[in-house]
Nanobody, 122 residues
Framework: VQLQASGGGLVPSGGSLRLSCAASGRTFSSYRMAWFRQAPGKEREFVASSRSGYSTYYADSVKGRFAISRDNAKNTVYLQMSSLKLEDTAVYYC?????????????????WGQGTQVTVSS
């Protein structure tokens, strides 16, 4: 599967932004999809995950502020980000895994999008 992330940009602190990730392939609905992010000088970290028919899962740092959703008919996963903070500034990546069980480490995801920059300003 090929992934194409978009929607990043510059947003003021407290603002909102929605990221999109379009996937190729006809088996999108079977993939566990996730968003990760990587800030300068830091390791890539898990943000949120979605699997069709199962609960979504979030990192504690974004819980209550971010929402992951997917439209299987459009082969697209979204990340709605609200109440953005300076520390949310990072390159955001979408990822896909054929492993059905929840995984939060980047190595568990075989497919990656190119990343989209999110910058939160004060």
């Amino acid at each position: 599967v090929q992934l194409q992330a978009s929607g990043g940009g510059l947003v003021p602190s407290g603002g909102s932004l929605r990221l999109s990730c379009a996937a190729s392939g006809r088996t999108f609905s079977s993939y566990r999809m996730a968003w990760f992010r990587q800030a300068p000088g830091k390791e890539r970290e898990f943000v949120a995950s979605s699997r069709s028919g199962y609960s979504t899962y979030y990192a504690d740092s974004v819980k209550g502020r971010f929402a992951i959703s997917r439209d299987n008919a459009k082969n697209t996963v979204y990340l709605q980000m609200s109440s953005l903070k300076l520390e949310d500034t990072a390159v955001y990546y979408c990822a896909a895994s054929t492993v059905p069980v929840l995984r939060t480490h980047p190595r568990e995801y075989a497919y990656w999008g190119q990343g989209t920059q999110v910058t939160v300003s004060s």
